[in-house]
């Protein structure tokens, strides 16, 4: 378990982090989809949130992410997120799931922000129109997915500022629900509606 020197420090693996710690650069891939509300709350059942719903159905996420070499290291990550509330209300993205290639992120992760990281084997693609993923667990084939990119390039780019909430049952930050915001200067963004297959091999 990484270990707190002070408000803003941490100790993890032999190294010192200092947070807010900065992304450098990074590929993603994200397919927003609708499902039922009762669901939703079932998956976000001991935890303290709620689903956005929207006629009955909730918003999630699914992203496929690559990290070039940066302060948590460079990995691969799949993240399954969900629209939800928290205390007075507050909207903001939970990630309920987030396996990822690299050990010393798992733990960062885990501990810093109390991210649902575990350890997987991956193999992440970035072609010209699609995107393919197939995520392992102890060499079993846990999901494999093909999502094809929007059509539309955007000519320009954009910063944006994701709301978040995350909450664990375990690690330095058992039981404790956060509040962040994810900030993003995005590029060479490309967005619509696009076929995409995905098979679910097991639950973890």
């Known amino acids: 378990m990484a270990e707190r020197i002070d408000a803003a420090t941490w100790s993890i693996q032999g190294e010192t982090v200092t947070l807010p710690v900065t992304i450098t650069d990074a590929r993603i891939t994200a397919a927003i989809f609708t499902a039922p509300a009762a669901d939703a709350r079932r998956v976000l059942s001991g935890v303290p949130l709620r689903p956005v719903t929207v006629f009955g159905r909730a918003i ?3 992203m496929f992410i690559h990290y070039d070499e940066w302060v948590l290291k460079t990995y691969d990550e799949v993240g399954v997120g969900l629209l939800v509330r928290g205390p007075r209300g507050l909207p ?3 990630i309920v799931d987030l396996p990822v290639t ?3 992120t798992r733990e960062a992760g885990q501990d810093f922000w109390a991210l649902p990281k575990w350890l997987m084997e991956a193999d992440l693609a970035f072609g010209p129109s699609t995107t393919d993923v197939t995520v392992r667990d102890g060499g079993a084939e846990v999901m494999h997915a093909s999502v094809q990119t929007g059509g539309v ?3 320009f780019g954009t910063r944006l500022k994701v709301p978040s909430w995350s909450y664990l049952s375990h690690g330095a930050q ?3 629900l ?7 200067n995005l590029s060479g963004i490309r967005v619509g509606r696009a076929p995409f297959r995905y098979a679910w091999a097991s639950t973890r």
């Not at 956060?178 to 993003?184: D, S």
């Open 60 to 62: 999630t996420l699914l």
């Open 92 to 94: 903001g993205l939970h």
């Open 102 to 104: 690299g050990a010393f």
């Open 153 to 155: 390039r955007l000519p």
């Open 174 to 176: 058992a039981d404790r």
């Open 178 to 184: 956060l509040r962040g915001a994810l900030p993003m």
